[in-house]
């Protein structure tokens, strides 16, 4: 969801021609999950020293099909930039059929070596905690928040991290000439040191103890000694009610006053291919 916006940023900050994206994926239906059509655009053409420069502006308008978590959050991105938004999709964002509205919105950083995970990870976390801090300025009276923090868990049966002694010298507590280790101990991920999520490497000992304070639904430590588990990473994680999330992102849009906005999210059409999409977008 986020990932796709932030993509969206940076084509909106170089884009230099029309074009039509290709959607990511096609659900249990055939309609594309998202697609979109750029529509009226503007070339410009200057000459200096010589040299000719063709440039196009961002387009007017664009057609969005899918009012989904990744179709509702780029028509917010268009919106912001200025640019008319004619938004389709064949069901409600809120309808119990629409997948994003039963995907869960737990916010976990993904173990890959792919460097570009962490930023796409990083980005997400600030959109959570953007919104966690608009519910709480906007005071917003609902039954249930957009964004919580709640405690999150990753069990480890090896140590997973620097040992406690090189965290001790770290921390300037000990010197380390009198420190000797006999091997390389992990690093942590980067995700690690960003201090909104209250990051802990604790011992099963360790965690047991802080769940009589937060009453967490997890094995004993008995359990979880017996699974061979010693080790664990402890942190608050934003979690997303997703159908809120979407609503929100939708009222959002039909409220904005930066552009002249189409939307109509329950027209009962899904889409067989690409061909379609471009017909509804030349009729724009």
């Known amino acids: 969801m986020i990932r796709t916006a932030n993509h969206l940023r940076s084509f909106l900050d170089h884009v230099r021609r029309p074009l039509i994206s290709v959607p990511l994926a096609q659900r249990q239906h055939p309609a594309w999950s998202a697609a979109i059509r750029t529509h009226s655009s503007s070339t410009t053409t200057t000459k200096t020293n010589n040299h000719t420069t063709t440039t196009t502006a961002p387009p007017h308008r664009v057609l969005i099909i899918g009012a989904g978590a990744i179709g509702l959050r780029t ?10 938004v004619c938004l389709r999709a064949p069901t409600s964002p809120t309808d119990p059929t629409v997948c994003s509205s039963g995907a869960g919105g737990f916010w976990m950083p993904f173990r890959c070596d792919d460097a570009r995970v962490d930023g796409w990870a990083g980005d997400t976390l600030d959109e959570f905690y953007n919104l966690l801090q608009l ?15 709640l405690p999150a868990i990753s069990l480890f049966r090896d140590h997973a991290g620097p040992t406690l002694d090189e965290s001790e010298v770290e921390l300037g507590l000990v010197d380390s000439s ?7 101990p992990p690093s942590l991920p980067a995700w690690t040191r960003d201090e909104r999520l209250q990051f802990q490497h604790v011992t099963v000992e360790m965690l047991e103890w802080q769940n009589t304070v937060m009453k967490m639904r997890i094995p004993t430590k008995h359990e979880l000694f017996q699974a061979g588990y010693r080790h664990a990473w402890l942190w608050q994680s934003p979690v997303a009610d997703s159908p809120a999330v979407l609503n929100y992102y939708l009222q959002q849009l039909l409220q904005s006053q930066q552009g002249n906005h189409d939307v109509n999210v329950e027209t009962g059409r899904y889409y067989e291919s690409m061909d379609e999409v471009q017909q509804v977008a030349s009729d724009l």
């Open 135 to 149: 519910q709480q300025q906007e005071q917003q009276d609902n039954n249930k928040p957009l964004v919580e923090l």
């Open 75 to 84: 028509a917010l991105e268009f919106s912001n930039r200025g640019i008319d």
């Open 178 to 184: 009198t420190t000797t280790t006999t091997t390389t």
